[in-house]
Every structure is written in structure tokens, then in C-alpha cells.
């Protein structure tokens, strides 16, 4: 058997200081014997730097061969005053087209550990483990048309396109489903149903795959309802699924049910599993170059990685198994920590992670 191939991008600001303690993941696992190998890429500010363009030809090509990619994150001051066409989001929106990663998904999970710096009630959000998906290449973002006119008052018009076709709404309800499987057989589709005829259709298609997943239990809610239920009773869901606008909004508020920003992360997938995994996170600019940043998410996105693209559940355990052990032991980066707690660096939390995934074989 071939080697699995990794693409990783590491970014601007943080994204290398985090990216180096996920390759320090995969040298253990490579030294263990797994068939995977890395390689190195630009995108969005340091791609612009090394090569002029946030998605560079280069990276495009290594992107298309590989089985999986990780990502740091891109972006930060020294880009912000650039053309929009070369800005670093437009590295991040070109690959995610370019690769056709439809699907995005979020784990929102609570670690008990850090329960403490979580706004919500400890007895809330205790064990809390959900999945949103969201769809992430349709809805009102790339809907035709959209613009600007003057109506017939004389005043002046913004206006854009909600659009959901059919096939786009079965490929991430099959995703949908197939990741209920894999837990704990239960999905809520979130829409507008009542108001919104891209809702209806969404309805209509999630209740027709559905017929094909028996065994899964799935339900609906309206999106203002589920915005209101996630705070209110977040462990009544598993799985979430919902359009590319509403996964926008409620996916960050479920982040938040977690705690630190520095805790989540994400995965990006096309019809076979390819994937681009990521933390949530961006390029904390703010704490770049200074060993503070949280390397966690970044950690845990090897771990997605392990179990949506290399169908390696027990790798995707071991990782998420040795990030409980060192919040266990106490270790904390700025971000996680209480006030009076140690604190410790991004490269010293990393090796803290490998010390623990190595403890775990
Ligand atoms: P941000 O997520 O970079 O930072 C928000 C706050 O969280 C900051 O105080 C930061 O220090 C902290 N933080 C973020 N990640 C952390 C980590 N791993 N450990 C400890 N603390 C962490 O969001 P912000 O400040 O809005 O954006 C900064 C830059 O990142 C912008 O240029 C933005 O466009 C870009 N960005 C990139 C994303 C991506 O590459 N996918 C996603 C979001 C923002
Ligand atoms: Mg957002």
C-alpha cells in the first residue's frame, strides 16, 4: 500500500508555530510504522510573499494530489491592505472550490477540564459532544444574481440569490447521514422551512435521503429555534446539518459552547473524503511569534483527519485520548488557563500531546 500524502499549509502569523507541533504528531505516528508522508505548501499570505498569488499554481497542483491537507490559517495586517483578488481569504475560498470540499465539519465538544472558563453552566455543557455540518459551497454566498440597482423609488438596492439545488443539497445530506451513522444515529436538519422555498426543497430532499438511512432517527428545526435550543439544551443534539448561512452562525455559537477558540477543529470534505482539516480558528496575529499560541485545534485536526479521510477511527481516538490526558495533567496554554494555573508554550504543549499519544499505543 501507497503512502497516505499530506499536504500541509501552514500559513501566516501562528499557522507555522501550530502547524510544527502537528508534524511533531505525525513523525510519531510515522515512526510507529503509518504509511503517511508530508509535504510543505503556501497559501494565502505566505503564498502571496513566496509566490504572488494566495493559491499559487504550485499549491494547486500539490493540493489536487494529495489525499488530505492541513492547514495553519492565513491572513493578518500586513495582507490587509492588498487587492481583494490577491487577499489571503482568497486562498482559503480558491482551494475550498477548487477541491470541492462541500461539507464542513465542526465538532463543538466541552472538556470538562476547562469547564471552568466556558460562559455556560457547567451542568449544561458537561459531555457535551456535537457535530455541525454546514454546507459550505451554495446558499445566498454564491447565489446569481446579486448586486446593486436603484428601485423604483429612486433608492438605492442591495440584493442577493438564496439558492440550493437539489443534487448540492443530497451530496451534504449524505454526508450528513453517513456521519449520524458514526455516532449516534440521530440528525436535525436546520431550515426556514415556513418561510423560505430553498428551505422547502431542503426539507423535501433531507426526508428523501433519509429513506436510504432507516436506521438513522432524523428531525427538524427551524433555524431561529435551533439558534435558541443550542444554548439553551445543547446536548439533546448529535448531529446538526444545515445550509451554508445558517452552519455560518450557528456553528460559531456552538464553538463557543466549547470554551477556547484555540480548542476546535474542522474538517472540509468532498464526495470521497478528500479533506482539508483546519482549526477554527485564524492567524492570532496578536500572539504570533511569541510560543503562546494553543496548538490544540491544529492537533485535533490531525486527528479529524485520521478519521474522515484515512477511515482511521482508532488513530482519531488515540489523538483525542492523549489532548484529554494533558488537560487532565494540568497543562495550559494562556488561552485555557484560570487565573493562577501554570502556564505553559505552544512547543511545550505539542511535545506534552506526543508524550501522551506515545503513552497511549
Ligand atoms: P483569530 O481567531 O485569529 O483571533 C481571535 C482571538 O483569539 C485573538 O485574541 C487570538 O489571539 C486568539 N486565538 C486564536 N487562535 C488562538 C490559539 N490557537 N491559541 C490562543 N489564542 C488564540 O481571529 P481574528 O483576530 O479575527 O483574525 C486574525 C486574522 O486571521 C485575520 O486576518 C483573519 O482574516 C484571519 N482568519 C483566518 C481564518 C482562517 O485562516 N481560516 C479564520 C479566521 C480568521
Ligand atoms: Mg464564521
Known amino acids: 500500500m501507497s503512502n497516505k500524502k499530506i499536504l500541509i499549509l501552514p500559513g501566516d502569523y501562528i499557522g507555522p508555530e501550530i502547524a510544527a507541533e502537528a508534524v511533531k504528531l505525525l513523525e510519531a505516528l510515522k515512526a510507529e510504522g503509518e504509511k503517511i508522508e508530508w509535504r510543505f505548501g503556501h497559501l494565502g499570505g505566505a503564498a502571496y510573499d513566496a509566490e504572488g498569488h494566495p493559491y499559487p499554481p504550485s ?13 495553519g490559517a492565513v491572513g493578518g495586517p500586513k495582507y490587509d491592505a492588498l487587492p481583494r483578488a490577491v487577499r ?10 477548487d477541491l470541492g470540499l462541500f461539507a464542513n465539519l465542526r465538532p463543538a465538544l466541552a472538556y470538562a477540564e476547562l469547564s471552568a472558563a466556558s460562559s455556560f453552566k457547567p451542568e449544561v455543557i458537561a459531555g457535551l459532544d456535537i457535530l455541525i455540518l454546514r454546507e459550505l459551497t451554495g446558499d445566498i454566498y454564491f447565489g446569481q444574481p446579486r448586486g446593486r440597482r436603484t428601485n423604483a423609488q429612486g433608492h438605492e438596492e442591495g440584493y442577493d440569490t438564496m439558492h440550493y439545488s437539489a443534487p448540492e443539497i443530497e ?16 440528525l436535525c436538519s436546520v431550515d426556514k422551512e415556513n418561510v423560505l422555498e430553498t428551505s422547502r426543497l431542503w426539507r423535501e430532499v433531507m426526508i ?13 428545526l427551524y433555524v431561529d429555534n435551533a439558534a435558541m435550543q443550542l444554548v439553551k439544551n445543547p446536548k439533546q443534539f448529535d448531529v ?23 480548542m476546535l477543529p474542522s474538517a472540509s470534505l468532498d464526495a470521497n473524503n478528500k479533506g482539508l482539516y483546519e482549526p477554527i480558528h485564524g492567524s492570532a496575529p496578536d500572539i504570533a511569534g ?72
Open 59 to 71: 499549491t494547486q497542483q500539490a493540493a489536487r494530489a494529495a489525499d488530505a491537507i492541513l492547514m
Open 240 to 262: 446538526i446539518v444545515t445550509g451554508n448561512l445558517f452552519g455560518d452562525i450557528l456553528s460559531d455559537e456552538a464553538s463557543m459552547l466549547a470554551g477556547s477558540i484555540g
Open 88 to 97: 489571503p481569504e482568497q486562498g482559503i475560498l480558491g482551494i475550498r472550490k
Open 171 to 186: 451530496r451534504i445530506a449524505r454526508v450528513a447521514f453517513e456521519a449520524a451513522r458514526k455516532r449516534s444515529r440521530r
Open 208 to 220: 428523501r435521503v433519509g429513506k436510504d438511512y432507516p436506521d438513522v432517527a432524523l428531525t427538524h
Open 290 to 361: 511569541q510560543n503562546k499560541a494553543n496548538p490544540l485545534a491544529m492537533i485535533l485536526s490531525v486527528g479529524m483527519m485520521f478519521r474522515y479521510t484515512f477511515d482511521r477511527a482508532d488513530i482519531a481516538e488515540r489523538i483525542d485520548a492523549a489532548v484529554r490526558a494533558v488537560l487532565r495533567a494540568g497543562h495550559r496554554t494562556a488561552d485555557i488557563a484560570q487565573p493562577g494555573e501554570k502556564i505553559i508554550g505552544t512547543r511545550e504543549m505539542g511535545d506534552a500531546v506526543v508524550d501522551a499519544f506515545r503513552r497511549l499505543r
